[in-house]
Structure formats: C-alpha cells, structure tokens
C-alpha cells in the first residue's frame, strides 16, 4: 500500500514545486502578478524614452556639427545667414536666425529713435550700432533660445529618472507583499519546511528581480542622456558666443 501512494505522493511534490521562474510567475499570487504587470509596462516606458532620446539627441548633435563646420567656414554673416535658411531645421541654424531677427528689429528701433533725436531736444543722437543694454538682452534671448531646445529634446528624461528610482521600491512593494502572502499560506497549512517556505519566498523575490531589471537601464540611460545633454548645451553656449563675436567683428553690434 505504502509503494502504491509513494509515487502518487511524489508527483504531487513535483507539479506542486516550481522548477522555473516561468513556474513561479504563473502560479504567483494576484499581487505579485499585478506588480509584475505593472514594471512590464514601466519596463517598455522606459525603453521606449531611450530610444526616443537617443534618436533626437543623436540627430541633434550631427546637425550641429554640420552646421558648426560650415559656420566656421563662412567668414560673413550674410553668408551664414543664406547657410542657416537652407540648412535643414536643428538648433544652430534656429540660433543664428533668431540672433539676426532681434538685431534687425534692435537697429530699426535705434533709427526710429535716431529720427526722433534733433538738436531742439538736446537729446544725443542715437548710436548705429546697438547698446550695452541690448547686447545684453541678445545674450539672455539667445540662452532663453537654447534653454528651449535643451528642454524640448530632454523632455522625456525626467520620466526616465523618475522610472529608475520608483522601479526598486515598487519591487520591494512587491517583495514585501509575496512573503506576507507566504508566510500566511504557511501557517494556514500549519507547514514551515523548506519545500514549503521556498515555492512563496521565491516567487516573492521575482518582484525584485523583475525592478533591478526595470531600473538598472532607466538609471544608465537617464546618466549617459543628461551627460550628453549637458554637452549638447555648451556646444550651444559656445556657438552664441561665436556669433555675437561675428557679429561684433563686422560691426551689426
């Protein structure tokens, strides 16, 4: 009688015993399936803003280089102005135009002053070149300008960095509630062995596993993006000091 319950009893073990994390997702509890489910989507969330970001980020830089190039080339401004109108869409060419914009509107302003200066007044003619003041305003207009391109390419990053810190705790969320869900069945079943401990201690440590997986990525990607990112900017800030210098240099300003 006992050989003939032996092999029932030890089939029973066996399917009852998870052999593979598959095993172990499957016959997982509701909760810790829900939390799965949850860093899935936040796992695909995240790979999906890195991808984005390297795209834009990527297709940023190379235009700026092309165009940094051919700027360096071009010795006046008329010549790079023709540059940054053919020059497909990108943050240089955005730059030098918005630059050239507020210098024509700055010099009409100055002539209509100049106009409305007479010597009955007393007022001192007004300079053909632009102001202190004004060159001034040119520098925070054109850093407004690249600020705005900065935010528009990294504008998914802070989805990337919130993903990397809230990946761990929701795991650990997760974690937590598969050993509370464990141990509960244990004392329900009144059995505290191995084979028993095991099955819900391991299936609640998925969570965890399944958040390193999530955050570990979204953590790199977030540190290389801004890193790039923050180059990106100083390439802009450098070529905003370029163009006032061009600018100064044949006396626009």
């Known amino acids: 009688m006992i050989s003939h319950a032996l092999p029932a009893l030890l089939q029973t073990a066996t399917g009852a015993v998870p052999t593979s994390p598959i095993d172990l997702v499957r ?49 006046r401004v008329e010549e790079v102005g023709a ?4 020059s497909p869409p990108g943050a240089l060419p955005k730059l030098f135009l ?14 209509q002053l100049r106009e409305r200066a007479t010597p009955a007044t007393g007022e001192l003619p ?31 990053l802070p989805w990337l960095a919130t993903i990397g810190s809230v990946s761990p705790l929701i795991g650990l969320l997760g974690t937590v509630l598969g050993v509370i869900e464990a141990f509960l069945g244990i004392a329900s079943k009144g059995s505290g062995n191995l084979s028993a401990v095991a099955p819900g201690v391991g299936e609640a440590l998925m969570a965890t596993a399944a958040a390193l997986s999530v955050a570990i990525p979204a953590t790199f990607g977030y540190n290389i ?8 900017d100083g390439r ?16 626009r300003i």
């Open 27 to 75: 016959n997982a509890t509701t909760i810790t399936q829900v939390v799965l489910v949850v860093l899935a989507v936040l796992s695909l969330l995240s790979w999906a803003i890195i991808f984005g970001v390297w795209r834009s980020l990527s297709k940023a830089s190379s235009a700026a280089e092309k165009f940094w190039h051919d700027f360096e080339r071009s010795p």
């Open 126 to 156: 007004v300079a053909q070149t632009l102001t202190g003041s004004q060159v001034e305003t040119l520098h925070l207009v054109l850093d407004s300008e690249a600020s705005d391109e900065r935010d528009r390419i990294g504008r998914f």
């Open 98 to 111: 918005r630059a050239m914009h507020f210098v024509s509107d700055a010099r009409v302003a100055n002539q």
């Open 225 to 232: 993006f801004a890193s790039r990112l923050n180059r990106f």
């Open 83 to 86: 540059l940054a109108r053919r």
């Open 236 to 251: 802009m800030e450098s070529f905003n000091s370029a163009v006032i210098a061009l600018l100064v240099r044949e006396g």
